[in-house]
């Protein structure tokens, strides 16, 4: 049973499109997140949302948007698609917005290429 | 300069070899210190979680953390193939929300 899964896998578009990536838990957990992780395998946090309230908004362009319809998905719409977006782009759930209290999961990545 | 500094190898030994990865920091807020490793197109997983300054051991695994230099290890007994994976290390203040992560490096166990 897949715990944390994400569509879709693979993702190729063109520069100016808009998108989205969608994710889901089955876990139960309370919090989920948005990573990015560029080319060099560096993982960096874009949001996350604690009960379907957005906790964490780090700098990234607002071309990207969250959305939390319920506390099982997270779904992540980004508009006008830059060359610089292409990454892979991984979900993440833990029990609770505290990480001492818990592990985060992640999920399988959505690799997004922007031609 | 990054928060969290990890040399991204690759780090190729030979299969029974012990695997030495290490993370520098420069942040003293940081309190909690985890490593994940992350096989080629997957998410990445818990290996370990430590708090204190020490060491730690589970299995093959040991994770070492010296607060006073700002620095923490991982070292892999007995590596096999399977160990073949990208280690990240990854650490967060107290009572913090949010993981900031090291580039991760990438191990390759050669049989």
């Known amino acids: 049973d897949t715990a944390v899964s994400q569509t879709p896998k693979y993702l190729v578009t063109q520069m100016g499109n808009d998108k989205s990536i969608k994710c889901e838990q089955n876990l139960g957990h309370d919090t989920m997140y948005w990573y990015k992780q560029d080319s060099k395998k560096f993982l960096k946090i874009m949001f996350s949302?604690?009960?379907?309230?957005?906790?964490i908004n780090e700098t990234v362009p607002n071309r990207f948007s969250p959305k939390s319809p319920d506390k099982a998905h997270l779904n992540l719409h980004i508009n006008s698609l830059e060359l610089g977006d292409s990454a892979v782009y991984f979900c993440?759930?833990?029990?609770?917005?505290?990480?001492?209290?818990?592990?985060?999961?992640f999920g399988p990545g959505t690799r997004l290429t922007v031609l | 300069q990054k928060e969290v500094e990890q040399d991204p190898g690759p780090l190729s030994v030979p299969e029974g070899a012990i695997v030495s990865l290490n993370c520098t920091y420069s942040n003293s807020a940081f309190q909690y210190f985890m490593w994940y490793r992350q096989y080629s197109r997957k998410g990445p997983e818990l290996l370990m979680y430590t708090y204190s300054s020490g060491n730690k051991e589970d299995g093959r695994f040991t994770a070492q953390v010296d607060k006073s230099s700002k620095y923490i290890s991982l070292f892999i007994r007995d590596s096999q193939p399977s160990d073949s994976a990208t280690y990240l290390c990854a650490m967060f203040k107290a009572a913090g929300n949010k993981l900031t992560f090291g580039g991760g490096t990438r191990v390759l166990v050669k049989p």
């Open positions: 949302y604690n009960n379907k309230e957005l906790i």
């Open positions: 993440a759930s833990s029990p609770t917005k505290r990480v001492s209290l818990g592990e985060q999961f």
